[in-house]
């Protein structure tokens, strides 16, 4: 095979990976992309989608974690998550300082909001739930409402904004003119309804992230005003946007594996090396990006300096040079070192809270809902392809218990 041939031929694969009709199932596409773990595409970004190459790249220095093309319009300040060191460490530190105290100790109290929002709908419509609407989004959403301090009725606001917002995450050659429009209106309609937020709280601080950040006591606090504004942006988007289809991509897994549903109902701890096993076999974070700033050689290929790079990690979570019969949905796993939380410096913030909102909702599921089965096989997928996960998810059981 020729190289154009095969560049050709990754361009291929990565745009079927991508297309709509095969977003309920794209992994075959990422597995052949993973046979060359890494390939330029014929506009001169490399995909990326070996287990260990992905890994290198995620620890390397020299690999920048801003991502954006030259000619893309640039935000007035960049987020931590796009941000190199030394920067992006000030910023994190800043945020986790706030963050890590205010999710401790979160287990219960999440555990009652679930059993609040199960009660609620299922008795409104019994017999039948969209685990989607009634539960995956609206409990990351409370939650990070409540820890940033937003106020609860301000929600679908904010909620139609992240949606298009997150759609703009995806690669710009998927999206629609009026999709471009919308992610250029979301972002002006956030930059005024967060200007609305910080002006509430300079008048009337409170005890939430949100008011640690402005006037916080920790070491380098509080945080510069336009900082300010990006992280809020990142870290709302991130809660809302994210958790959603981890539980949601979980329930699917039970509903498929139902020797699993049972084995849950009889040993609760199963939950924790499951929550893992979906984060490695159906990412809610299917890829991410970054640019080179020298030569980098990956076991005897070089990216060169300068290039864009895509880090396909729900590739990398499926790579058979590191995980054995990796397209089984096997939770008992050893070592599942998965890559759905990515891995380095920027190794997620939200992991410890989303795996927590994750772990209390399939318990739940599984301990309440009798005979639970998919009404439609598979459901709905969402457009995105970056934040990808069922838009709807509707099940059906005997009874809630
Ligand atoms: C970073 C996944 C939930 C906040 C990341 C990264 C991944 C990820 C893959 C690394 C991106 C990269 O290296 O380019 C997920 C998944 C989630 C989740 C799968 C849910 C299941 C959350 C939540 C929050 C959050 C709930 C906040 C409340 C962040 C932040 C970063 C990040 C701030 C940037 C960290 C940095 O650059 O140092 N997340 N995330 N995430 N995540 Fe999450």
Redesign the pocket.
Known sequence: MTTTTQQHTASDLFAQALRYENRADPYPYFAQLCRRPVVPEENGTWLVSGYHEISRL?RDPRVS?D?RRPEEEQPIRK?????DAPR?DQL?HQ?TEQ?VPRIMGLRDHIDGLVTGLLDAHTSQRPGQLDVVGDLAYPL?VTL?CE?LGVPREDEPVFGSIARRLTRGLDPVETQTEDELRELREARGELVQYLEGLIADRQAAPADDLLSGLMFGQGSDAPMDPIDLRV?LA??LI??HE??V??IANGTLALLRHPDLLARLRAEPDLVTPLVEEV?RYD???QM???STLADIDLGGTTIPKGSRVR?L?AAGNRDPRRFSDPDRFLPDRPGNAH?????????????T???T??QVALTALARRLASPRLVAAPPPYRENAILRGPDRLLVSFDRLT
């Open positions: 995620l974690a991502r987020s931590l998550l796009v941000e992006h994190r945020v963050f990351p990070i820890l992280t990142l870290l991130a809660g994210t958790t289809n981890l984060l990412p809610p974070v991410s990006g970054r880090l990690l890559l759905g939380f990515g891995g380095g410096i920027h190794y997620c913030i939200g992991a809270l989303a795996r909102e994750a």
